[in-house]
């Protein structure tokens, strides 16, 4: 398995297309963090949506959910942007922990939110696989994420992250004229938009 998500696809369909079909060298993850202002923002945006979860939610387990899930979200979304990558390093082990989290505070909504992580993650790691091009890896393990997050709402936070992505793809092709077709689109920072705001709306 590589680190790349195939997180950027032509306008027109989901992505990854790239990240797909060859096989990246593991970079160290301190060259992928941001850096400067990009750090300063990433730490400010994850700092008002952790502050937001616990005025909204309280001190409950949908909170801690949020705790992990927000912060993680925003990171994977600065470094996709610029390195059009979703390390595992990162997704995989948040993955886990939310995972402990619902274990501990919501028991009895731990297979629910299994289940839809499982059915997120394979239906992108399908699609990844049998139609190349459509979305990468990156994507399919940073859905398992979503899944086991959210639950019940991951249905409303992929139809948010998708319509995100037809806007901006047919805001291109308005622009840009056809041969906006072959251009690419970081799909991960859609994902994480429609998870989080599927996380405080849902």
Excluded: Y
């Amino acid at each position: 398995m590589t680190e790349a998500s195939a997180s950027t696809v032509p306008p027109t369909t989901a992505t990854g297309a790239r990240g797909a079909k060859t096989a990246r060298p593991k970079r160290p993850l301190r060259e992928l963090l941001p850096r400067g202002a990009r750090a300063g923002v990433t730490l400010a945006v994850s700092a008002a949506l952790v502050a937001a979860d616990f005025v909204q939610f309280g001190v409950t387990g949908w909170a801690f959910i949020g705790l992990v899930l927000c912060p993680v979200l925003v990171l994977l979304t600065a470094i996709d942007l610029e390195h059009r990558l979703l390390p595992n390093r990162i997704v995989l082990p948040a993955a886990l922990a939310v995972i402990a989290v619902v274990a501990a505070a919501q028991p009895h909504h731990l297979v629910a939110h299994l289940a839809a992580g499982v059915a997120l993650g394979g239906f992108f790691f399908a699609s990844a696989a049998f139609f190349p091009g459509s979305i990468g890896m990156g994507d399919a393990k940073l859905g398992l994420l979503l899944g086991v997050a959210l639950g019940s709402k991951t249905i409303p936070a992929v139809e948010i992250a998708l319509l995100g992505v037809l806007v901006v793809a047919l805001g291109m092709i308005a622009t840009q004229g056809v041969a906006a077709r072959k251009k690419a689109i970081a799909f991960g920072p859609f994902l994480a938009l429609g998870a989080i705001l599927g996380f405080f709306l849902g």
